[in-house]
């Protein structure tokens, strides 16, 4: 949103159409991948049953088939089944700590414990889910059973993995689909019994009849206790041998027993379905962990049945014959193997599972934090430093708001969050508040705004870069070296040892940073509070200008109506925050931020009070930073050197439980107010257009937001200080304390808690090394203009280090050889930048003197800032120091040349000297080619000057010079090449605003201090030639104040309408048309004068205009007031030109024709030199209204033209 669409009061200047003048050079490391395996760390253990336990840590872990990660892969179990007699369990626990965690398709884990640990599960495909079920039986049924040997009992049921979710969301958000799959197993049927066989039966009987003729019958009845089943008999004579023969019956073996069932197996039990725990209440709705069944329980099986009959015997029989026959002969009986009997198998009843159905269990947790996990704030911070070193400020507060959100409050409650851990919270709750705190003030990773230049000139950083590189590189060999191979418990103990000396060292240096912090934080919460009462005083001052102004307009209602408007705008800038442009990052506009308070009925005391809760919370986090400043000092001075904390952990938790919460929300509250500085500035350009009224208390408020801004900015600043110096202590204490904690344990491999701390210390070293090569690369850019690809990843430096330290004698005492070896590959970023240099540098850089005159009479307006406020902005482009035909323009050196006093003010005593200073802006404008460049230093150079009353006339002004102690800092920053480097410090461009001060070294009484009436500086400005084909068009906004959209062709770089004053360079002889609307808010438009094509008119009167770029060229617009207060009207240009010409009386046209002559500028041409073809520094409008410095040769007068100095030629 660029304006307010609709409001009864006032629209917000609308700015969209207007063309940015400027952009900037962002040369950055490319833009990293949160799903690179670079940020994904595995670590696993395998149990004595051959099962694995995995922890996996990163940033966005994607689970998917075929992904570059493997993570599928690994952790997959393709089998459509297992075996019961030998079941296998690949992975028996997983853990997932990431930002991000999405799953394409089904993922199968059967039987493993799943704990997640994200911020963020998302469900990649339709059908995604996650499956710890255990895998199905290969064979439904176990072995039946084979002869005697029982059917086999069925395997019990596995039970389902776990599935532990502990996240902050999910998406999709309205998810209906089934997402987690936990099912117990069901238990194996087990094998078949077989019924016993049956006994064998006999035939049986219990007597027979017998006889035999001889020639008589004799016949016989012979009867059986026990049934027979065999027998023999024969007929014998009594007195004489002899018989009949011997006969058989039935089977001469008894009948069999039945056998036996055999029992069949017992059912496997039913599988417990998995625990599922989350957090995400949804989730519960769309998970399945029924129960296994238990395997189906057998029939019974009965015993084989008795052979028959139950009772036998075999018998031999004896019959013995009467020769007259008999019907009962005799007979013998006797039992051969007599009372046999038979009996039944026994049955096998089957029997049922012990457990016929198994247990579930789900949870859902509502306990704020339960996602975050220590492991994951390691990466997540890792990918977030490299996110921001590659300047993405933009997407820092999607990663990282839910994380400052929630370390703002308590650890949670669980076996998680111990002493050590809790550590990170605290700590990772700091570096999030430092990181969003940099993005929204729009700064990049090193703190440093859009266009960033050195406090180094080129040649200086350079020499810093070679300097650093090797206190660098030895931290990162030894992080390289500890993953390189497997180690010896010797070997992992002396790495720890050197890692630890590291980590001390570390806890020293931020132990330096926050010792400083303390005094700064103090000086600039005191300029903010001293700023309290001047938003009130100004509050109270628009209140009164209200009022003034309503009693003037008295019954204009539309006047009465603008006003309002105008006081409801002016009471909004009050409370916002303005930016300058180009920035990295989106700012807000100003209709976002102040929309609902200009359409309300705010006051501006409301506007103040809501700036008073900023300062507030600004005010919090700088106490927060005193406290924890005091009690980090008291903290290092509790142990020394290699000793474990111990108890004093939790001291340091505390520290920065409330540090990192408080710039949070110092940081978001300045953010929020943050908008465009031209935003601003067109709607204070807007007020002045409706009454002059606004002109002083517009500039007040243009100082106050500027005073503001830069204390609220200053205090984040040093608290930042304290915040870095607190990570730097925290995070080194909790790597010491891994470390010695694996060194007591004596173990070979690194823990994850070490690997993490290893990891974190490889990343500062490369972001250290990347920091010089980054001051280097800025160097480059804001000398050349040019981007510059360096290898930013420094792949050959990497692969160098792995050869290295596959060589067996690596060791820590060894290591700043090896360091040696390196640096030839470091340096060859710099080797490219040298042959760039060669290629790109304009060695036919000349330097042009160029003055400012401050007089009185042609510039009252600074003058009159100077004596009144001691101070004064200089734009050295309307002082005609930017010349056309140049690029690359910077200021080198600057002479106070004229200094004098008002002869008619107080004198200046003899024993009271004035120093007079010019600070240069942080930021500037860089042209090359058709480009403009914002550049933005933090350390800009200034130059002071003395002026001594008691020294002789023309030996007055005496010029600074940089103390020994700067002296001394630059030769230990540059170290022993600081004697070739001739300019150690970057200059500023010409195109920056100059800030002028003076200051009297003795206090005066009010009405008697001494006013500076003449103040001239000489300026030695270094540039090179511009394209000789390119032409720049200067168009230019006079007259009374107003925000004017000005219609502009496009031009070479793309910009194309601009507001009130802007530069566009064009190729010569382009057609350009320039148009303005009639009015612009209270101002009116009422000509055009353009000098450097004699084809166009000065004082050309209609609001457009087209004309060939022929030269240089020079476009003014000219504006007066639209309405006037006393209700008097203005008159056209083009009406006083027909009284001019037409009015009857003479003196009445004599006057006029003064008039217009006054009015309608007459091209003087200022120039730098007295020479028709040197370089054009303005216009002037006449002799008269000009002061004349010095007669020249043949017509050319040295003039100060409203401070510009330079040369006219007049025709005589």
């Given at each position: 949103?660029n304006?307010?669409?609709?409001?009864?009061t006032?629209?917000?200047v609308?700015l969209?159409n207007?063309?940015p003048?400027?952009?900037?050079?962002?040369s950055?490391?490319?833009k990293?991948d949160?799903?690179?395996?670079?940020?994904?760390?595995?670590?696993?253990?395998?149990?004595a049953?051959?099962s694995?336990?995995?922890?996996?840590?990163?940033?966005?872990?994607?689970?998917k088939?075929?992904h570059?990660n493997?993570l599928?892969?690994?952790?997959e179990?393709?089998?459509?089944?297992?075996?019961?007699?030998?079941?296998?369990?690949?992975i028996?626990?997983?853990?997932?700590?990431?930002?991000?965690?999405e799953?394409?398709?089904?993922?199968?884990?059967?039987?493993?414990?799943?704990?997640?640990?994200?911020?963020?599960?998302?469900?990649?495909?339709?059908k995604?889910?996650?499956n710890?079920?255990?895998?199905?039986?290969?064979?439904k049924?176990?072995?039946?059973?084979?002869?005697?040997?029982k059917?086999?009992?069925?395997a019990?049921?596995?039970?389902a993995?776990?599935?532990?979710?502990?996240?902050g969301?999910?998406?999709?958000?309205?998810?209906q689909?089934?997402?987690?799959?936990?099912?117990?197993?069901?238990g194996?049927?087990?094998?078949?019994?077989?019924?016993?066989?049956?006994?064998?039966?006999?035939?049986?009987?219990?007597?027979?009849?017998?006889?035999?003729?001889?020639p008589a019958?004799?016949?016989?009845?012979?009867?059986?206790?026990?049934?027979a089943?065999?027998?023999?008999?024969?007929?014998?004579?009594?007195?004489?041998?002899?018989?009949?023969g011997?006969?058989?019956?039935?089977?001469?073996?008894?009948?069999?027993?039945g056998?036996d069932?055999v029992?069949?197996?017992?059912?496997?039990?039913?599988?417990n379905?998995?625990?599922?725990?989350?957090?995400?209440?949804?989730?519960?709705?769309?998970?399945?962990?029924?129960?296994?069944?238990?395997g189906?329980?057998?029939r019974?099986?009965?015993?084989?049945?008795?052979?028959?009959?139950?009772?036998?015997?075999?018998y031999?029989?004896?019959?013995?014959?009467?020769?007259?026959?008999?019907?009962?002969a005799?007979?013998?009986?006797?039992?051969?193997?007599?009372?046999?009997t038979?009996?039944s198998?026994?049955g096998?009843?089957?029997l049922p599972?012990?457990?016929?159905?198994?247990?579930?269990?789900?949870?859902?947790?509502?306990?704020?934090?339960?996602?975050?996990?220590?492991?994951?704030?390691?990466?997540?911070?890792?990918?977030?430093?490299?996110?921001?070193?590659?300047?993405a400020?933009?997407?820092?507060?999607?990663?990282?708001a839910?994380?400052?959100?929630?370390?703002?409050?308590e650890v949670?409650?669980?076996?998680?969050?111990?002493?050590?851990?809790?550590?990170q919270?605290?700590?990772?709750a700091?570096?999030?508040?430092?990181?969003?705190?940099?993005?929204?003030?729009?700064?990049?990773?090193?703190?440093?705004g859009?266009?960033?230049t050195?406090?180094?000139?080129?040649?200086?950083?350079v020499?810093l870069?070679?300097?650093?590189?090797?206190?660098?590189?030895?931290?990162?060999?030894l992080?390289?070296w500890?993953n390189?191979?497997?180690?010896?418990?010797?070997e992992?103990?002396?790495?720890?040892t050197?890692g630890?000396?590291?980590?001390?060292?570390n806890?020293?240096?931020?132990?330096?940073q926050?010792?400083?912090?303390?005094?700064?934080i103090?000086?600039?919460?005191?300029v903010?509070?001293?700023?309290?009462?001047?938003?009130?005083?100004l509050?109270?001052?628009?209140?009164?200008?209200?009022?003034?102004?309503?009693d003037?307009?008295?019954?204009?209602?539309?006047?009465?109506?603008?006003?309002?408007?105008?006081?409801?705008?002016?009471?909004?800038?009050?409370?916002?925050i303005?930016?300058?442009?180009?920035?990295?990052?989106?700012?807000?506009?100003l209709?976002?931020?102040?929309?609902?308070?200009?359409?309300?009925n705010?006051?501006?005391a409301?506007a103040v009070?809501e700036?008073g809760?900023v300062?507030?919370?600004?005010s919090?986090?700088?106490?927060?930073?005193?406290?924890?400043?005091?009690?980090?000092?008291?903290?290092?001075?509790?142990?020394?050197?290699?000793?474990?904390?111990?108890?004093?952990k939790?001291?340091?938790?505390?520290?920065g439980s409330n540090?990192?919460?408080?710039?949070?929300?110092?940081?978001e509250?300045?953010?929020?107010l943050?908008?465009?500085?031209?935003?601003v500035?067109?709607?204070l350009k807007?007020?002045?257009?409706e009454s002059?009224?606004?002109?002083?208390?517009?500039?007040?408020?243009r100082?106050?937001?500027?005073?503001?801004?830069?204390?609220?900015?200053n205090?984040?600043?040093?608290?930042?200080?304290?915040?870095?110096?607190?990570a730097?202590?925290?995070?080194?204490?909790?790597?010491?304390?891994?470390?010695?904690?694996?060194?007591?344990e004596?173990?070979?491999?690194?823990?994850?808690?070490?690997?993490?701390?290893?990891?974190?210390m490889?990343?500062?070293?490369?972001?250290?090394?990347?920091?010089?090569?980054?001051l280097?690369?800025?160097?480059?850019?804001?000398?050349i203009?040019?981007?510059?690809d360096?290898?930013?990843k420094?792949?050959?430096?990497?692969t160098?280090?792995?050869?290295?330290?596959?060589?067996?004698?690596?060791?820590?005492?060894?290591?700043?050889?090896q360091?040696?070896d390196?640096?030839?590959?470091?340096?060859n970023?710099?080797?490219?930048?040298?042959?760039?240099?060669?290629?790109?540098?304009?060695?036919?850089?000349r330097?042009?003197?160029?003055?400012?005159?401050?007089?009185?009479?042609?510039?009252?307006?600074?003058?009159?800032?100077?004596n009144?406020?001691?101070e004064?902005?200089?734009?050295?482009?309307?002082f005609g120091l930017?010349?056309?035909?140049?690029?690359?323009?910077?200021?080198?050196?600057?002479?106070?040349?004229?200094v004098?006093?008002?002869p008619?003010?107080?004198?200046?005593?003899?024993?009271?000297?004035?120093?007079?200073?010019?600070?240069p802006?942080?930021?500037?404008?860089?042209?090359?080619s058709?480009?403009l460049?914002?550049?933005?230093?933090?350390?800009?150079?200034?130059?002071s000057?003395?002026?001594?009353?008691s020294?002789?006339?023309g030996?007055?002004?005496?010029?600074?010079?940089p103390?020994?102690?700067a002296?001394?800092?630059?030769?230990?920053?540059?170290?022993?090449?600081?004697?070739?480097?001739?300019?150690k410090?970057?200059?500023?461009?010409?195109?920056s605003?100059l800030?002028l001060?003076?200051?009297f070294?003795?206090n005066?009484?009010?009405?008697?201090?001494?006013?500076?009436?003449k103040?001239?500086?000489?300026?030695?400005?270094?540039?090179?030639?511009?394209?000789?084909?390119?032409?720049?068009?200067?168009?230019?906004?006079?007259g009374?104040?107003?925000?004017?959209?000005?219609k502009?062709?496009?031009?070479l770089?793309?910009?194309?309408n601009?507001?009130?004053?802007?530069y566009?360079?064009?190729?010569?002889?382009?057609q350009?048309?320039l148009?303005?609307?009639?009015?612009?808010?209270g101002?009116?438009f009422?000509?055009?004068?353009v000098?450097g094509?004699?084809?166009?008119d000065?004082?050309?009167?209609?609001?457009?205009?087209?004309?060939?770029?022929s030269?240089?060229?020079?476009?003014q617009?000219?504006?007066?007031?639209?309405?006037?207060?006393?209700?008097?009207?203005?008159?056209?240009?083009?009406?006083?030109?027909k009284?001019?010409?037409?009015?009857?009386?003479?003196?009445?046209?004599?006057?006029?024709?003064?008039?217009?002559?006054?009015?309608?500028?007459?091209?003087?041409?200022?120039?730098?030199?007295?020479?028709?073809?040197?370089?054009?520094?303005?216009?002037a409008?006449?002799l008269?209204?000009?002061?004349?410095?010095?007669?020249g040769?043949?017509?050319?007068?040295q003039?100060?033209?409203?401070?510009?100095?330079?040369?006219v030629?007049?025709?005589?």
């Amino acid at each position: 949103m660029n304006k307010l669409e609709s409001t009864s009061t006032r629209q917000i200047v609308d700015l969209a159409n207007i063309s940015p003048q400027r952009t900037f050079l962002a040369s950055y490391p490319a833009k990293p991948d949160p799903q690179s395996s670079f940020y994904i760390t595995k670590h696993h253990t395998q149990n004595a049953d051959g099962s694995e336990n995995h922890i996996i840590s990163g940033v966005h872990l994607v689970l998917k088939k075929g992904h570059e990660n493997g993570l599928w892969e690994l952790l997959e179990d393709s089998r459509k089944s297992q075996d019961a007699r030998n079941p296998k369990l690949k992975i028996r626990s997983l853990e997932i700590q990431c930002d991000t965690l999405e799953v394409h398709g089904q993922l199968k884990i059967p039987e493993t414990n799943l704990t997640v640990y994200a911020r963020k599960l998302v469900w990649g495909t339709a059908k995604a889910s996650i499956n710890s079920s255990p895998l199905p039986w290969a064979v439904k049924k176990a072995q039946n059973a084979a002869g005697q040997q029982k059917g086999e009992n069925g395997a019990h049921g596995r039970h389902a993995g776990n599935i532990h979710l502990f996240i902050g969301k999910s998406e999709p958000a309205d998810d209906q689909e089934q997402r987690l799959l936990a099912c117990g197993g069901n238990g194996q049927d087990p094998g078949a019994g077989a019924d016993g066989k049956d006994g064998e039966s006999r035939q049986s009987r219990d007597g027979f009849e017998a006889a035999v003729k001889t020639p008589a019958i004799s016949k016989a009845q012979v009867s059986f206790d026990t049934p027979a089943i065999y027998y023999t008999y024969g007929w014998y004579w009594s007195f004489i041998k002899g018989t009949s023969g011997t006969h058989t019956w039935g089977t001469d073996s008894f009948p069999t027993d039945g056998t036996d069932a055999v029992a069949p197996g017992k059912p496997g039990n039913a599988g417990n379905g998995g625990e599922i725990i989350t957090t995400d209440k949804k989730l519960m709705d769309h998970s399945d962990n029924s129960p296994g069944k238990a395997g189906q329980k057998e029939r019974d099986y009965r015993g084989g049945t008795a052979g028959r009959p139950l009772k036998s015997a075999k018998y031999a029989v004896k019959l013995y014959m009467d020769a007259f026959g008999t019907d009962n002969a005799g007979k013998d009986v006797a039992k051969l193997e007599g009372n046999h009997t038979t009996k039944s198998g026994t049955g096998a009843k089957a029997l049922p599972a012990d457990i016929i159905k198994g247990k579930s269990q789900s949870k859902h947790l509502d306990q704020a934090g339960l996602w975050i996990h220590p492991l994951q704030l390691q990466k997540v911070l890792e990918y977030a430093r490299d996110l921001h070193l590659a300047g993405a400020v933009d997407d820092l507060p999607t990663l990282l708001a839910d994380y400052e959100h929630t370390l703002s409050g308590e650890v949670p409650k669980s076996d998680l969050w111990n002493d050590n851990s809790a550590m990170q919270w605290a700590r990772a709750a700091s570096d999030i508040a430092l990181i969003l705190q940099r993005s929204r003030q729009h700064l990049d990773y090193y703190s440093h705004g859009a266009g960033f230049t050195p406090f180094l000139s080129l040649h200086g950083t350079v020499k810093l870069f070679e300097q650093e590189a090797e206190r660098a590189l030895h931290i990162l060999l030894l992080t390289n070296w500890i993953n390189v191979k497997a180690r010896s418990v010797k070997e992992m103990s002396d790495i720890l040892t050197e890692g630890i000396k590291n980590l001390n060292q570390n806890i020293d240096k931020g132990v330096e940073q926050i010792a400083t912090a303390k005094e700064k934080i103090t000086t600039h919460e005191n300029v903010l509070e001293s700023l309290r009462p001047q938003l009130e005083n100004l509050a109270v001052e628009l209140s009164d200008l209200e009022n003034k102004l309503m009693d003037k307009a008295r019954n204009d209602l539309e006047i009465k109506a603008m006003i309002t408007a105008g006081i409801k705008m002016a009471s909004a800038i009050l409370k916002v925050i303005p930016v300058g442009q180009p920035a990295l990052g989106a700012v807000g506009s100003l209709g976002e931020v102040a929309g609902d308070f200009i359409m309300g009925n705010n006051t501006a005391a409301d506007a103040v009070s809501e700036m008073g809760g900023v300062f507030d919370k600004a005010s919090k986090a700088s106490k927060e930073a005193l406290e924890a400043q005091k009690k980090l000092m008291e903290f290092k001075s509790k142990f020394p050197d290699e000793e474990v904390p111990g108890s004093d952990k939790k001291m340091l938790r505390k520290i920065g439980s409330n540090l990192g919460p408080a710039l949070s929300k110092a940081s978001e509250a300045i953010g929020a107010l943050q908008v465009p500085e031209s935003e601003v500035e067109a709607e204070l350009k807007r007020l002045e257009s409706e009454s002059e009224e606004w002109n002083e208390l517009t500039n007040k408020i243009r100082v106050l937001n500027e005073r503001k801004t830069k204390a609220l900015l200053n205090l984040l600043i040093a608290i930042e200080e304290v915040s870095e110096g607190y990570a730097k202590i925290s995070s080194s204490t909790i790597a010491i304390v891994n470390f010695q904690k694996q060194k007591t344990e004596g173990l070979d491999k690194l823990n994850p808690e070490a690997v993490g701390c290893i990891n974190e210390m490889e990343q500062e070293a490369r972001h250290t090394l990347i920091y010089y090569l980054y001051l280097m690369v800025k160097a480059y850019e804001t000398t050349i203009l040019s981007p510059i690809d360096v290898n930013w990843k420094m792949s050959e430096l990497t692969t160098a280090i792995q050869k290295l330290l596959q060589k067996s004698d690596v060791n820590p005492g060894r290591l700043k050889d090896q360091v040696h070896d390196l640096m030839p590959l470091y340096k060859n970023n710099i080797n490219k930048i040298r042959t760039r240099l060669l290629n790109e540098f304009n060695f036919s850089e000349r330097s042009n003197k160029l003055q400012i005159g401050l007089d009185a009479d042609e510039t009252p307006g600074p003058i009159k800032q100077l004596n009144h406020y001691g101070e004064t902005y200089l734009d050295p482009v309307s002082f005609g120091l930017l010349l056309t035909d140049q690029q690359l323009a910077r200021i080198s050196d600057v002479n106070l040349i004229k200094v004098e006093f008002d002869p008619e003010g107080p004198p200046l005593p003899e024993n009271s000297n004035v120093v007079i200073s010019l600070q240069p802006d942080k930021e500037g404008t860089l042209r090359k080619s058709e480009k403009l460049y914002a550049v933005y230093s933090d350390q800009p150079i200034s130059w002071s000057w003395t002026y001594i009353p008691s020294k002789k006339e023309g030996q007055e002004i005496e010029k600074s010079q940089p103390s020994r102690g700067a002296e001394d800092m630059f030769n230990f920053i540059l170290g022993d090449q600081a004697g070739k480097v001739r300019q150690k410090m970057a200059y500023p461009p010409v195109w920056s605003r100059l800030k002028l001060k003076i200051n009297f070294t003795k206090n005066f009484a009010s009405g008697k201090r001494p006013r500076i009436r003449k103040l001239y500086l000489l300026f030695d400005c270094d540039s090179s030639l511009a394209p000789e084909n390119q032409y720049v068009l200067k168009v230019e906004k006079l007259g009374v104040p107003a925000a004017v959209e000005v219609k502009c062709t496009k031009d070479l770089a793309g910009r194309a309408n601009g507001l009130n004053n802007f530069y566009r360079i064009f190729i010569k002889n382009t057609q350009v048309s320039l148009s303005v609307p009639s009015n612009s808010d209270g101002a009116a438009f009422q000509s055009w004068t353009v000098f450097g094509n004699e084809n166009v008119d000065s004082g050309h009167e209609k609001t457009s205009l087209k004309f060939s770029l022929s030269n240089h060229m020079i476009a003014q617009s000219h504006w007066d007031y639209m309405h006037q207060s006393t209700g008097t009207e203005v008159i056209s240009r083009k009406a006083l030109r027909k009284i001019a010409e037409n009015h009857p009386e003479k003196d009445v046209r004599k006057s006029v024709q003064g008039l217009l002559a006054k009015i309608i500028p007459a091209d003087l041409v200022i120039r730098l030199k007295p020479d028709q073809d040197a370089a054009v520094l303005g216009l002037a409008t006449s002799l008269d209204n000009t002061t004349i410095l010095e007669e020249g040769k043949d017509g050319w007068k040295q003039v100060n033209h409203n401070g510009i100095v330079g040369w006219v030629h007049v025709n005589q």
